[in-house]
């Protein structure tokens, strides 16, 4: 089956640091990409997607790589602020198979300290 | 603004009741999804919803109930049977269900008494 795993966190920055959050998936073809982002209290934002290897998606200064060789697809920012604080979540769905659905990692809560 | 509404956003209730959470789209998605978080962890996939009366289970169906009768409205019903509904529900749509393009709403959390 189809699984998404990220770090562990909570992942505790100071601002201005660059934050790194790993994603590794595993699939039975070639997915789709996603990372979604939950601010405290609300429901999940897409923040951005990549649809094929190679492709970099970007957003809001974040940014994340579609490596295939690696099957992963980072979430990276070079700078964060403290409202950068929020849970992140990676997803992926196989396009190509009829009725499928997005499958999330848990989740890495992310904490920007002023 | 077109979006995707739930309500209440908190809910008390007592074991032994069943109480149903209210998800409007305007957006005019075809699919609609319900998940469930539980505190420090990933989403799980309740129910979802191609098209108006059709619904298919996801990964933790037992204990919950929908219906589709319009296009806008995809209502969740939390029955007793669910051995422990405390959570945060969300529902979510999207243009058709093979997308990874979601749009949630806000959340409603739950909390038995």
């Known amino acids: 089956g189809n699984s998404v795993t990220q770090m562990e966190g909570p992942v505790t920055l100071s601002e201005e640091a660059f934050l790194t959050i790993n994603c590794t998936y595993t699939?039975?073809?070639?997915?789709?990409l996603f990372w979604y982002v939950q601010y405290p209290g609300e429901g999940l934002q897409l923040l951005l997607k990549?649809?094929?290897?190679?492709d970099k998606g970007s957003n809001k200064g974040f940014e994340a790589t579609y490596r295939k060789e690696t099957t992963s697809f980072h979430l990276e920012k070079g700078s964060v602020q403290v409202s950068d604080s929020a849970v992140y979540f990676c997803?992926?769905?196989?396009?190509?198979?009829?009725?499928?659905?997005?499958?999330f990692g848990g989740g890495t809560r992310v904490l920007v300290k002023p | 603004d077109g979006g995707i509404t739930q309500s209440p956003k908190y809910l008390f209730r007592k074991e032994g009741q069943n109480v149903t959470l209210s998800c409007e789209q305007n957006?005019?998605?075809?699919?609609m999804y319900w998940y469930r978080q539980d505190p420090g962890q990933g989403l799980r996939l309740i129910y979802y919803?191609?098209?108006?009366?059709?619904?298919q289970k996801g990964d933790i169906a037992e204990g919950y109930s929908v219906s589709r009768e319009k296009k806008e409205s995809f209502p969740l019903t939390v029955t007793s049977a669910q051995k422990n509904p405390t959570a945060f529900y969300l529902c979510?749509?999207?243009?058709?269900?093979?997308?990874?393009?979601?749009?949630f709403g806000e959340g409603s959390r739950l909390t038995v008494l």
């Open positions: 979510a749509s999207s243009i058709r269900l093979n997308t990874g393009e979601l749009f």
């Open positions: 957006l005019n998605h075809d699919a």
């Open positions: 990549a649809t094929k290897a190679d």
């Open positions: 997803a992926l769905i196989l396009i190509k198979a009829a009725g499928n659905k997005l499958t």
């Open positions: 699939a039975t073809g070639y997915p789709s």
């Open positions: 919803s191609q098209i108006v009366n059709d619904f």
